[in-house]
C-alpha cells in the first residue's frame, strides 16, 4: 500500500525557516518524480515544487525553497527559508502517477497524495 | 507559463444531474491534463489524467475529453458523495499549473 507521510510543519515568524519532510512507502520511492502542492485556507492548490532528475519552482517560491530527495531513506524534502506571510498553507507531497522514463520524467497527475501538513507564518 | 482557467468557478445541481466543467489553457497542451476530486480537510483525488483515461477506481460516471487548450470533465449522474471541488493540472511544462477550481453544490 502506497502511504505519503508528511511532517514538520508549525508556526514559524516571518523571516524563518521549516523544512517539510515526506517520508514514502510501498512503491520504488527513487523511481518516481515527486511534487509539493500547497492550499492556503480557503483557496485552490498551488504547485510548488517538482523533483525528477531536475528541480522546478514556482515563481512565488523560487530562491527561497529547495526540494530534495533521499532515496535511501525514501525521503522527500522542502527546505523552506525567508518565510512570508503568504506561504502560510497546508503543504502537500504527492508521488507523480507513473515511474519516470528515458523520454517522460514527469506525467502528471499525482496519484498518491500525504495527508497534509500545516505551516503558519506569522509573528 | 500556462495559465489554466476553469469554469464555471461553481454550480448548483442535484443528485441525478450530468454536470459539466470545462478548463482552458493559455496554450496547447496536447492531452498533458488531469483532474482532480477534492473534499473539504482531504488530499486530492485524482479522477482522469491524459485528459480522458479514468483512473484505476475511479467510477464510470466520470469521463474527460478534450485536447489542445479546451478540456471538458463531466459527470453522468450526480451522486451524494460527488458533492467536491474539482481541479484541472496541466502537466505539459514546468511549471505545472492548478485551475482555480469548481465547486459542485447541492
Keep these: 500500500e502506497v502511504q505519503l507521510l508528511e511532517s514538520g510543519g508549525g508556526l514559524v515568524q516571518p523571516g524563518g525557516s521549516l523544512r517539510l519532510s515526506c517520508v514514502a512507502s510501498g512503491f520504488t520511492f527513487s523511481s518516481y518524480a515527486m511534487t509539493w502542492v500547497r492550499q492556503a485556507p480557503g483557496k485552490g492548490l498551488e504547485w510548488v515544487s517538482s523533483i525528477s532528475g531536475s528541480t522546478y519552482y514556482a515563481d512565488s517560491v523560487k530562491g527561497r525553497f529547495t526540494i530534495s530527495r533521499d532515496n535511501s531513506k525514501n525521503t522527500l524534502y522542502l527546505q523552506m527559508n525567508s518565510l512570508r506571510a503568504e506561504d502560510t498553507a497546508v503543504y502537500y507531497c504527492a508521488k507523480d502517477r507513473a515511474p519516470q522514463s528515458t523520454l517522460i520524467t514527469y506525467y502528471g497527475g499525482e496519484d498518491f497524495w500525504g495527508q497534509g501538513t500545516l505551516v503558519t507564518v506569522s509573528s | ?106
Design chain 2, 1 to 106: 507559463d500556462i495559465q489554466m482557467t476553469q469554469s464555471p468557478s461553481s454550480v448548483s445541481a442535484s443528485v441525478g444531474d450530468r454536470v459539466t466543467i470545462t478548463c482552458r489553457a493559455s496554450q496547447r497542451i496536447n492531452n498533458w491534463l488531469a483532474w482532480f476530486q477534492q473534499k473539504p480537510g482531504k488530499a486530492p483525488n485524482l479522477l482522469i489524467y491524459a485528459a480522458s483515461t479514468l483512473q484505476s477506481g475511479v467510477p464510470s460516471r466520470f469521463s474527460g475529453s478534450g485536447s489542445g487548450t479546451d478540456f471538458t470533465l463531466t459527470i453522468s449522474s450526480l451522486r451524494p458523495e460527488d458533492f467536491a471541488t474539482y481541479y484541472c493540472q496541466q502537466a505539459n511544462t514546468f511549471p505545472l499549473a492548478f485551475g482555480g477550481g469548481t465547486k459542485v453544490e447541492i
